[in-house]
């Protein structure tokens, strides 16, 4: 599939953005449409062991899987910056939340960003003001960015989560239908200062993939059907919102085991998407995760709130399936949060979050997926290749006591002990004695951890 960009940024997207089955062309009208091809995003595992083939290579992991929210409302303080530029941030997403529906973006706030993400080394991606706004401010802020101060930003997106608009009083007059025409209007408007830049939406909030529970309009007309069918011949990239915890505001608090569960939801999330994709619209297009944490209020504090260790956890794991499904883009909410906000931050005011350090974890996987399988429902497994060859195992155990797991590697020679790296309770992304590794050798993980393994 060919997306909109220059030549640099569509070898970004050429390197980086291949799905894990073939996409296919758009056919003349009058003839019989090409089937379209089949995929098979989860593994069949292999029976008592960890298991990973090096030769089932399945294709690149976009960089931009790495990525978070980001808005005038936070700030990163001066003393966190080092932190904040060693994040592993790949891609920021600005102004993440429904500060960008309320307010217009002004001229400082998009350069201090732009500076900020040119620190971080980090993609920028702008959302556009909808309700309150208009096509005519939204290609002015095209404009700015993009012609009069080179500042090539690549991904925008309308509006944020339209499927909630009718909760605000203000934007109660949308539907479905008006939406639809109005991102339209937005996206021609746009695309007609910087016919380059890639369109990010709907957006939706809560999506996933199931017909009772998805959004839907006041006329039970679902957000993302008719989204695609109205606009899927527009919108490059196909985004969603997903926060699972709470399912009601005044619900119970979330323990543990909610989150421990909760992970494998993604294996049937996205999957469920992509087959919407192609039925609206005959084609494949890329997926976005682009707002996602566990919880969508402002808890702190708990043993499984945004801020806890064992949300750390469960990002790990979660991540790890996104990358598996070969989500294009995810942004983790937020990149930096005051606990007053609420635990959703990597970076607090004075410190950093425990799930700062899953980033950190993965800034040592490799760049190319590999396929690997586990059957044990505690324990996931994810297989990368580094440009020089290296292999690299990203080992995750939810559950509370730990794991010893026979490894099966085929198609696979070790030719020394494998780099180790822990993130537990008693250690933070850090390295550790370097282990023998062979197949059928037995890996020892401990109780709620991540282990990366990187085998030479």
Known sequence: MILPGSPKRLAVWVACGLLLFSCVACEPANQTPTPLPTWTPVPTPVPGTLFVDGAQDLGPINPFVYGASYGPWVIVPVDLMPQAEASGITYLRFPGGEWGDQRDLKDYQIDRFITLARQMDAEPKINVRMPGGTPEQ??????????????????????????????????????????????????EAMRAVDPDIILIGPEIHQYKGEPDFDPKDEAGRDWMREFLLANGDMVDVVSIHRY??????????????????????????????????????????????????????????????????????????????????????????????????????????????????????????????????????????????????????????????????????????????????????????????????????????PAQSISLYVLP
């Open 138 to 187: 939204a290609a002015e802020l095209v404009r700015y960015c993009n012609i009069e101060n080179d500042y090539n930003v690549t991904y925008w997106s309308i509006g944020n989560e339209p499927s909630l608009y009718t909760a605000y009083s203000m934007y109660e007059d949308y539907d479905t239908v008006r939406y639809n025409q109005v991102w339209r209007e937005f996206a």
């Open 244 to 445: 699972p915890f709470p399912l009601t505001k005044t619900g119970p608090s979330r323990t543990i085991d909610d989150l421990r569960f909760n992970t494998r939801e993604w294996d049937a999330i996205i999957p469920r998407l992509r087959a919407l994709i192609r039925e609206t619209t005959g084609r494949d297009l890329p997926v976005a995760v682009s707002e996602i944490n566990s919880d969508w209020t402002h808890a702190t504090g708990g043993e499984a709130t945004p801020d806890s260790f064992y949300n750390a956890i469960w990002w790990g794991d979660v991540l790890g399936r996104l990358i598996r499904q070969k989500v294009e883009i995810v942004a983790y909410f937020l990149l930096q949060c005051q606990t007053s906000q609420g635990g959703y931050g990597l970076l607090a005011r004075f410190e950093v979050r425990p799930t700062y350090y899953v980033y950190q974890m993965y800034k040592h996987f490799g760049d190319e997926l590999l396929y690997a399988s586990s059957d044990d429902p505690d324990v996931s497994i994810y297989a990368a290749r580094r440009q020089d060859g290296t292999l690299t195992l990203m080992l995750i155990n939810l559950g509370p006591e730990e794991k010893r797991k026979p490894l099966r590697l085929e198609n696979v020679t070790p030719t020394g002990p494998a780099e180790v790296w822990l993130f537990d309770a008693d250690h933070q992304a850090e390295r550790i004695s370097a282990q023998a590794i062979a197949d059928g050798a037995e890996i020892t993980l």
